[in-house]
């Protein structure tokens, strides 16, 4: 189940690739500072997560003068995120959940994603947003919806 509206968002660090290399992100660095909206996807190099994310890219002023950071979150490796956000020109930063233990935490990873494939995958994020506040994090709105 997805972390409640009002709740303490599970804080954690993730790994993102910046052209100066690896970097850790830790979500609990922007308490007091600014509001964080979390995209959770499936995955990069696929149609709806790319169009989602180049939207959402084209947009991030609105969320810069909202004093918000945008952060996308999918279990690819930090390589590969950066490979997909350059091919499809994504500015929003991207984080690797490579173990799921983010997309568990907020209640929204798949027991098995798109099984009629026969692919195997548990521990895909599913599709969700959530929006904390600058202090003390906590979840202020939440939409999930299926890929």
């Known amino acids: 189940m997805p972390v409640a509206v009002g709740t303490k968002a599970p804080d954690f660090t993730?790994?993102?690739k910046t052209a100066d290399g690896p970097k850790q992100v830790k979500l609990s660095d922007n308490f007091g500072e600014k509001n964080t909206l979390l995209l959770f996807f499936p995955m990069a190099f696929t149609g709806t997560c790319t169009t989602e994310m180049c939207e959402v890219s084209a947009g991030l002023n609105a969320y810069n003068d909202l004093n918000a950071i945008v952060y996308g979150i999918s279990g690819d490796n930090p390589f590969a995120q950066e490979a997909w956000a350059q091919k499809e020109k994504i500015t929003v930063p991207l984080l690797s959940d490579y173990e799921h233990k983010v997309a568990d935490d907020y209640g929204v990873m798949y027991d098995s994603f798109l099984p009629q494939m026969k692919l195997r995958m548990a521990g895909v994020p599913k599709r969700s947003a959530f929006i904390t506040?600058?202090?003390?994090?906590?979840?202020?709105?939440?939409?999930s919806w299926r890929n």
């Open 14 to 16: 993730l790994s993102t």
């Open 133 to 143: 506040g600058s202090c003390p994090i906590s979840i202020r709105s939440r939409r």
